[in-house]
């Protein structure tokens, strides 16, 4: 996809939140110095993209103000794009990603799809980036009480298509939209699996699809055999890993991680398995490079 890198294989996202709350990184690297050093080691560790986030997603997790948001994120994605890094912006809100994108971001990541702020599309079509259109039905204090699905994998497929459609008309260029099943976002453990054994369907809609599995709590229920919480996050990042290779196996563009060099692992070995198979294709259309390499 034009202004991301083309390895020629699934794209690994280097996960970097530079909030007090995330789920599995809260706190690490909260403040400008420390984040842009983790960037700088996610790059080094192979990420083609660092996605920088100001803002906790995890269930139940209270909104910050946007005042806040900037002041995390921006000079951090100033500073690794200064230093060569590709990275995104992980936000809902417009005035983020429009700052974001003005301080060197080459993509925003929206967990709503556009559905948070109603300026997004259309700041997101200024900004003529690629953009990351999540499915999302409701924010995080409420996100659990809407995992309700007949057919999950038609009903996330059919609202990403509704997304797509609100986003195109708003000036989005359609060559520039990855779509996201989001996994864990108003989505029960089965519902993630089904997800994620679907993604044939996804890649009906004709875009790129981006994969957001690791250390969630579907993979540690798999684990565990239901009790998500006896393997702590810091421990889902082998299993997220292998989640990584299936994604990839099946055809995904990119995938979420906080572990990089395994994931990277994971993905040359997918690329490698379906190279040998011959069947499914993986990987990205040709542009430029950027971000260090290991
Ligand atoms: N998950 C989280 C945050 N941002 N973005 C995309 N595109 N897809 C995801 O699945 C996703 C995301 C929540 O996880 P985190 O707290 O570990 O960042």
Redesign the pocket.
């Known amino acids: 996809m034009e202004g991301l890198p083309s390895p020629g294989r699934c794209l690994v996202m280097g996960?970097l939140?530079v909030t007090p709350d995330?789920?599995?990184?809260g706190g690490l690297y909260a403040d400008t110095h420390r984040a842009v050093e983790r960037g700088l080691e996610l790059a080094v560790q192979g990420a083609d993209i660092v996605?920088v986030?100001g803002e906790?997603?995890?269930p139940g997790a209270r909104p910050v103000g946007l005042e806040e948001e900037l002041a995390r994120t921006v000079p951090v994605v100033r500073e690794l794009a200064r230093a060569g890094v590709c990275t995104s912006i992980?936000t809902m809100h417009a005035p983020v990603a429009r700052a974001a994108v003005e301080a060197g971001a080459r993509m925003v990541?929206d967990?709503s799809g556009g559905l948070a702020d109603p300026a997004m599309a259309r700041t997101a079509a200024d900004a003529g980036v690629p953009y990351?259109a999540?499915h999302w039905r409701a924010p995080s204090p409420e996100m659990d009480r809407h995992a309700d699905y007949g057919d999950v994998v038609a009903e996330v497929a059919a609202e990403l298509d509704s997304r797509i459609w609100q986003l195109t008309e708003h000036g989005v260029d359609p060559a520039r939209i990855i779509v996201?099943p989001?996994?864990?976002?108003s989505k029960r453990p089965e519902h993630d699996w089904t997800l994620l054994t679907g993604l044939g369907s996804l890649h009906k809609l004709g875009h790129p699809v981006?994969i957001?599995?690791?250390?969630?709590r579907f993979i540690a229920a798999a684990l565990t055999h239901g009790g998500a919480d006896q393997v702590p996050p810091g421990g889902r990042d082998a299993a997220t890993s292998a989640i990584s290779a299936l994604a990839a196996r099946d055809g995904a563009f990119c995938v979420?991680v906080?572990d990089v060099r395994a994931s990277l692992d994971a993905v040359r070995i997918a690329s490698a398995h379906v190279a040998h198979r011959g069947s499914i294709r993986v990987g990205v259309p040709a542009g430029p490079e950027c971000g260090l390499r290991p």
Do not use: Q
């Open positions: 996960i939140n995330s789920f599995s990184d996605d986030g906790s997603t995890r992980d990541n967990v990351v999540m996201d989001g996994l864990g976002f981006l957001g599995a690791s250390r969630k979420r906080h």
